[in-house]
């Protein structure tokens, strides 16, 4: 059975969670620590160590050591088993870790056990993919031969958001690794438990000490002082577009490759002639998983004016059925928002949107009791929010939280133009039975992912990130391991006679 959010605390806070540096659990070099909580109930479960500068230099140190000693030039192969070994120790302690991520960040149980599981995939496919490294050969003339290679970047600092706490953490640490990368993680400073447990099962994995370095600490200190370390080479985030725009500004002082997967507000086309249960479905799926709180969450849902009120009416009668409570709990759905400020936060942009003349159909804030031991305000009901014009703030801003929009649209054209008159543009999905159009809007939606007739944007090998405000590069492909390269060519003199070129 599983424990509800209050039982066991106690086994989870006992000493400080210590920092990993070149293989070791350090505790900071100040000494100092903070207390990390359970969003659900508003208890502390960890103190964990804070990273200071000190320990930031140590960190980059140690991983430029490990580049540079021998992890840069161990083979693909031995790359590859190691990713491996580490997937197999992360589905073994997968029930473990899926617990401690629900109780740092309110997202319920089985929810953090599927995203372990796909980061156990996403481990599995860089282990492949370490192996597929090619780069090309060009005869250049019958003098010279060039062939490139794909080199390591160097030193990663992989910052990472609170959302999806180790399957973040793996989208960067398995390109970076499998490349022949080291890196420095940040975790979010809401939920650093399981990147530290991830840091600590890499080395059980027998990758080497230093090639894995992980520090908690806050991202106005930490964080970019890891951005502006002259010892890291790329930088990846995930996280909010203004940080990003922040980490893009301190990185290119010295010139750093830097990837960004940021925020979104995408849309969710529902056409004349859907499938209207699929898409009922599959709408309340890209919005309320991880109670909204997902970058690609679809938090706008465009409407054929046709369907409207039939769609409006199926859509309300689930959300509001839709159970919210004890991220423990194996029925729950919907759990915690990250805490009480998020919460209020999103109640901000809901009263909002009622201020600027849209209707609430259900949802909003829990009143009252929401379970034993839980905090009603860190909870926000599945919230649907009717009339919306795409103009308003609520159509524009990125809430994160369980909050959908519906709005009207005449015909494709105009679908299309609301879906993209946003500043992002990371994913999209359209709902249709004519295949035809299904893929011309897919064709004409500024997104990195357009989904037709189902719900889901990462997959494992599918490239996912953003247009727009939502970001540049990629995560999850192929096309994210070549950022976590750089290309070098050879030329190599093959002429039978030398070269002469100053008729010396
Ligand atoms: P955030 O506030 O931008 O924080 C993300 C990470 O950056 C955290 O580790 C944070 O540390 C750190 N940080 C903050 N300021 C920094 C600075 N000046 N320099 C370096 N690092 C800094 O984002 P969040 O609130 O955790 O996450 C939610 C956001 O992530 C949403 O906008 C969501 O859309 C986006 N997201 C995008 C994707 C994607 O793939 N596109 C995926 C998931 C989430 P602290 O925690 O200590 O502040």
Redesign the pocket.
Known sequence: MIPTATATIAAMTDGPHALLIDGERRPSSDGRTFTTHSPATGQPIGEVSRATTQDVDAAVTAARAALDGSWSRTSPQKRARMLGRLALLLEADADRLAELETRNSGKPRWQALAEIRQAVADLDFYAGAAQHLYGRSFVVSPAVLSYTLREPVGVCAA??????PLM?ATWKLAPALAAGCTIVL?????TPLTALELGRLALEAGIPPGVVNVLP????EV??A??AHPGIDKVA????????R??AT?AAAGLKRVSL????KSPNIVFEDADMDAAVLGSLWAIYYAAGQ???ARSRILVHEAVYERFAEAFVTKAAALRVGDPLAEDTQVGALISRTQAERVMGFVNGAVAEGAELLTGGAVDGQIGDGLDAAAFVRPTVIGGVRNEMRIAQE?V?GPVVTLTRFADEQEAVKIANDVRFG?AATVWTGDTARGHRVAGRIRAGTVGINQPYAAFPGVP???FKE??YGR?LSIDALDLYTEIKAVLVGTGAKPQNPFGA
Request: aromatic letters at 10%; charged letters at 15%.
């Open positions: 910052i990472v958001p609170w959302n999806y973040m940040k975790p979010a400073s809401a600490g806050p991202g106005s964080g970019e890891l951005v985030f995930t996280g909010e577009t203004q940080t990003g922040r980490i301190v997967e940021l925020g979104g997902s970058c690609e990125e994160f990371l996912f990130g953003g939502s970001g995560e």
